[in-house]
């Protein structure tokens, strides 16, 4: 499965921004997509999830009723729209995708991701 994340860039205090991530490869495979964040120094941290069935499953608590992730099956798309920027969202995001079970995969976690897109930079000012 392959990646490619698109739509970062420098966005003022209380902007928006739309994150996509086109899939392509083996895409069924993948029960879970994710987004996934890291900011310089810190860990990577989930952000949104959303199986390949279903709707999302997981918001972090920091972008709750600020962040929707949703999905196009038909072209293998992956959205995160992030409206209320805070300078906290300044980080490099990256798109994952998991073929673990949907139990294990739908709760974020990283370790769970096998596939990894290049990231893209999101900065907040």
């Known amino acids: 499965v392959q990646l490619v994340e698109s739509g970062g860039g420098s966005v003022q205090v209380g902007g928006s921004l739309r994150l996509s991530c086109a899939a392509s490869?083996?895409?069924?495979?993948?029960?879970?997509m994710g987004w996934f964040r890291q900011a310089p120094g810190k860990q990577r941290e989930a952000v949104a999830v959303?199986?390949?069935?279903?709707?999302?499953?997981y918001y972090a608590s920091f972008v709750k009723g600020r962040f929707t992730i949703s999905q196009d099956l038909a072209s293998n798309t992956v959205y995160l729209q992030m409206n209320s920027l805070k300078p906290e969202d300044t980080a490099m995001y990256y798109c994952?995708?998991?073929?673990?079970?949907?139990?294990?995969?739908?709760?974020?976690?990283?370790?769970?991701?096998?596939?990894w897109g290049q990231g893209t930079q999101v900065t907040v000012s």
């Open positions: 994952a995708a998991s073929s673990y079970s949907f139990d294990l995969c739908s709760a974020g976690y990283y370790y769970r991701y096998n596939y």
């Open positions: 490869g083996y895409t069924a495979s993948s029960n879970c």
């Open positions: 959303i199986t390949t069935i279903g709707g999302p499953t």
